[in-house]
């Protein structure tokens, strides 16, 4: 490393992505730091489920030990409840001859998760600082990225200059704005969430539950510890009335459906109700000279399907051997490196992207939505299908057919 430079390589945001590429840089000798403008165990609205592919991530980062002796939840796949009532359950271990690196998703809190995650970069050899907000992008005389600007604690601003930096900072990336490179998804619909924690809620089971009505939808898994991550996901039409009192509109969501209400009769709020979005956020390409983004700050996945936590793990797993290819080689490689990461995103990604477009229409139209929920819960090689494709085990191609989303979608409006 030329000896001027802060780091080889800065990643901003040590949450999943960020301290996955930080292990997998750290780990081919590359000197990376992770500035995080938080002190971790921080908390990060999210459902809390991580699909069973995520752990073979963790086991290769060293620190899926360490996260099941805290406890996490066991989930064994996922229950859908479509607006006409019907259910369908989908199982991770089934006989459609896949084998997930476990049989079970983890459901656990981030404020345990994330911390031990970033521990696994650190230990590997990443340097982190915490607290450290990154508020810009530096570039050189060529406009290549050079380097970041940070607010310290005491609210100084410092310059940073690295050979690469690394956007991984979630929704609102602050380099992916500054890069000019993330924009909004005419594709997805825009949503806000609302997520709390509650004790006692009633048949909360080894499936997480997805519940989906007119208006919106709920989902509630057990995240080990007796508490339970309950969250409601409704359209941006509904701001003003969550800005008015998100307690308020949560809790009488929850009381106004007879189904969940009976469910939550003396169960306790353990954490307030808070609230994010809108979440339709993309970027293609994902790279500039210089940088890329990774994680949620280059692509948001609904967190219907679950998949955000195991994209911003594999999607840093993914990027470090062409940042180490573009730092290595020679200066003219670099579009090539970037570029083919961009080619391998897309390959890994591309089929999940459709999937959750289809997803969201289903979501948006519940007609679909009561004829799928029809299908599954008649056939259930179908919905444990789904539920492996959605926790990353299995190849989108197997739903993403004619054949698939036909017997989904429309052959159940023609049987009785
Ligand atoms: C309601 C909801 C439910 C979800 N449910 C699930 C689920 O059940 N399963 C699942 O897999 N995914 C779920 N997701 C998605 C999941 O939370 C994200 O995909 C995941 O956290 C992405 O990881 P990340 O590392 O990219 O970003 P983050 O986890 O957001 O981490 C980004 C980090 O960057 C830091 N940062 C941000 N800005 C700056 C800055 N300017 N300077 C320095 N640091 C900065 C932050 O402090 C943070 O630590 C859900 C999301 C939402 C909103």
Redesign the pocket.
């Known amino acids: 490393m030329a000896r001027d430079l802060d780091a080889e390589v800065i990643v ?8 996955s590429a930080a292990y997998s840089l750290a780990r081919a000798d590359v000197d990376v730091l992770v ?4 002190k971790f165990p ?1 908390d ?8 069973p592919q ?1 752990s073979r991530i963790l086991s290769d980062m060293n620190v899926l030990d360490e996260i099941e002796r805290t406890s996490p939840a066991h989930l064994a796949g996922m229950r859908v409840r479509a607006p006409n009532g019907e259910h369908a359950d989908g199982e991770f271990a089934s006989t459609h001859g896949f084998r997930p690196f476990r049989d079970y998703g983890l459901a656990a809190r ?1 404020t345990i998760l ?1 911390a031990i995650v970033l521990n696994g970069a650190r230990a590997a050899g990443a340097r982190v600082e915490e607290l ?4 810009d992008v530096t570039k050189d005389q060529t406009g290549r990225v050079s380097g970041v600007t940070v607010i310290e604690p005491g609210g100084t601003a410092r310059g940073l200059t690295s050979r690469f930096v690394v956007g ?7 380099v992916g704005k500054r890069l000019g490179l993330t924009h909004t998804s005419r594709f997805f619909p825009k949503r806000l ?1 609302l ?1 709390a924690h509650y004790r006692n809620v009633r048949d909360v089971g080894a499936l997480g539950e997805m519940h989906v009505d007119h208006k919106g939808y709920f989902g509630i ?1 057990d995240v080990g510890g007796g508490l339970m991550n309950v ?1 409601v ?1 409704v359209p941006m039409s509904r701001a003003r009335e969550i800005g008015e009192g998100r307690t308020e509109f949560f809790e009488k969501w929850i009381a106004s459906r007879p189904h969940l209400a009976e469910r939550f009769v003396g169960a306790e709020r353990a954490t307030d109700v808070r609230a ?2 809108p ?1 339709a956020t993309v970027s293609r390409p994902a790279w500039a000279l210089g940088a890329a983004l ?4 280059a692509d ?2 609904d ?1 219907f399907t ?7 793990l594999r999607g840093g797993e993914m990027l470090a051997p062409f940042i180490v290819e573009a730092l290595r080689g020679a200066p003219r490689d670099e579009k090539r490196a970037l570029a083919a990461y961009e080619t391998a995103r897309r390959s890994e990604f591309g089929g999940k992207w459709k999937l959750e477009r289809i997803v969201g229409m289903a979501i948006a139209y519940p007609y679909f939505l009561n004829n799928a929920a029809k299908a599954l819960a008649r056939r259930k090689e179908m919905a444990d299908l789904l539920v492996g494709v959605a926790g990353d085990f299995i190849p989108t191609s197997l739903v993403l057919n004619p054949r698939f989303l036909f017997n989904l979608f429309i052959s159940p409006a023609f049987r009785t």
């Open positions: 901003v945001g040590g949450g999943p992505a960020g301290a500035l995080d403008r938080a921080r990060k609205i999210c459902a809390e489920y991580l699909s995520a981030r994330d450290a907000r990154v508020t991984a900072d979630g929704l609102r990336s602050i969430a997520v898994v969250a996901v994010t979005g979440f990774v994680g949620d700050a948001f996945f967190p679950g998949e955000g936590m195991y994209a911003a």
